[in-house]
């Protein structure tokens, strides 16, 4: 009748042993829901990286196929005229 009682106390190490790997031990239940955010999060930065890169390739186009976008940029960001133009500036 002793082995038994010892049969049972393997078999209940060894389901203890098994739930703490499953809720603390290395992938476990907390580890995979952390990764399975991290590639949420990664996936949400992918998708805002490649919008930036779409506009920027259009830029690119933009600017190897005519010189008003060049003039445009050359405008608004630096500040420049054309020859015989006035520039007026409005104080706020």
């Given amino acids: 009748m002793r082995s038994p009682n ?14 703490y790997r499953l809720w603390v031990g290395n992938g476990s239940l907390a580890q995979v829901t952390d990764l399975t955010q991290q590639i949420a999060d990664q996936r949400a930065e992918n998708e805002i990286l490649l919008e930036r890169n779409r506009v ?3 830029e690119v186009l933009e600017l190897k196929k005519g010189m008003e976008t060049v003039e445009e940029r050359a405008r608004h960001e630096l500040g420049m ?3 015989g133009e006035t520039l007026y500036q409005l104080a706020q």
């Avoid at 010892?6 to 739930?19: R, T, V």
């Fill in 6 to 19: 010892w049969l049972f106390l393997i078999l209940l190490l060894l389901l203890a042993a098994l739930q």
């Fill in 81 to 83: 005229i054309k020859e």
């Fill in 56 to 58: 920027l390739d259009a």
